[in-house]
């Protein structure tokens, strides 16, 4: 059976659920209410690490909907990737970055997704696509590096990854691409499987670096074959990242975060990002912690860590850029642009008064006086 076959198993509707997880009437009421705006669909072998007497279990949070997915406060579009779309599929915000939105498929719909207003779209994957991106990305030699991502990368067909690297490793200015997948995470058949996705990775990894960026957010993702799928890709010489979501309920201890930042680092994966979750309608409320708190949930975290895991920075992708939230001084919270839109902004330290239960920074908060 190959991954695609697999996949055919999702589970995709409340029905399939009761196989994994109690469901109360009431309950199920709630979800199929949900999954008419926002979609389920998840691995069964995603669903398998959720422990099914838990009604608080972290991998449930992150997988099963909730009421409170209603909930509209907040914004669809948070950092602004309308205002930096180019074309169809392909956005510049920052000056030496390309990310390249390949499909809106994905193995596992999370529910704390930051693009929930593309999951489960029609998407189109065209070679017609790929070389106008490629043209844009060719025409801008400030670009050195891409970012395919989605949905989720490693989604698409092998066919049409080879496509883009084909495409893309001819760019000289290019120092190198990076894959956007959680599939190690939610779905590592996908990649431990498949010989043909690991070949083509190690042929084109010779020719331009690759890396596959991935989001492991609780030590109960990192199983013995998730750990397996990153150890493939290590031995086909492909850098493993990891950029983790603060998430209410699922990451929101220091302990917690600290463990699984030290295993991924014994593990083979280099820690990247802490991400302050964003202020997406049907995630705010349920998965976002305050700045005050999260700061602090980090930072004892880094006392358990060693040097290797306390390489990661704690930011936001804010509609102005990636800021790095760095510290408290009297009374306020300061703040550094580590990547931004505007040239002005570039290492620009600020801090800001913030208010009560603050979890995202307001458009005020970033102007420059």
């Avoid at 779309?85 to 994905?106: F, I």
């Avoid at 084109?204 to 199983?223: A, G, M, W």
């Avoid at 290590?234 to 209410?248: A, E, G, M, R």
Wanted: hydrophobic share 35%; proline share 4%.
């Amino acid at each position: 059976m190959t991954w695609k076959d697999s996949l055919k198993n999702n589970v995709n509707n409340v029905e399939k659920l009761k196989a994994f997880i109690r469901i109360s009437p009431e309950e199920e009421r709630d979800y199929e209410k949900i999954t008419k705006h926002f979609p389920i669909s998840s691995t069964t072998y995603y669903l398998n690490l959720i422990d099914p007497e838990d009604p608080s279990d972290p991998i449930r949070k992150m997988a099963i909907p909730s009421i409170g997915e209603f909930d509209m406060d907040g914004d669809f579009d948070t950092s602004g990737e309308s205002q930096n779309t180019k074309m169809q599929g392909l956005q510049h915000k920052y000056t030496t970055t390309a990310l390249l939105l390949s499909t809106n498929k994905c193995a596992m719909y999370c529910r704390h997704c930051f693009r929930k207003r593309l999951v489960g779209t029609n998407t189109s994957e065209t070679l017609d696509f790929i070389k106008e991106a490629v043209a844009y990305i060719r025409d801008h030699k400030e670009i050195n590096n891409v970012l395919i991502t989605g949905g989720d990368s490693f989604l698409l067909e092998n066919e049409m990854i080879e496509a883009y690297l084909q495409e893309l490793i001819t760019i000289d200015h290019l120092d190198f691409i990076r894959f956007g997948t959680r599939t190690p995470v939610v779905f590592p058949e996908r990649i431990y499987s498949d010989q043909n996705l690991l070949g083509l990775l190690s042929k084109y990894s010779k020719l331009k670096r690759i890396y596959v960026v991935t989001q492991f957010n609780h030590p109960n993702e990192l199983t013995d074959e998730a750990v397996r799928s990153v150890q493939s890709l290590l031995d086909h010489n492909i850098i493993v990242n990891n950029q983790t979501v603060l998430l209410k309920g699922v990451n929101d201890n220091s302990e917690t975060l600290a463990t699984l930042i030290n295993r991924l680092v014994k593990n083979g994966i280099s820690p990247y990002y802490i991400f302050q979750c964003r202020p997406v309608k049907g995630v705010k409320n349920q998965f976002q912690v305050p700045l005050d708190e999260a700061y602090d949930i980090v930072e004892n975290a880094k006392k358990l860590m060693h040097g290797h895991s306390k390489r990661i920075k704690f930011c936001m992708s804010h509609e102005t850029g990636k800021i790095e939230i760095v510290g408290k001084f009297n009374n306020e919270m300061l703040f550094k642009y580590h990547q931004s839109k505007y040239e002005e902004n570039y290492g620009r330290i600020f801090s800001v008064k913030l208010d009560a239960n603050q979890a995202w920074l307001k458009p005020e908060n970033v102007v420059n006086n």
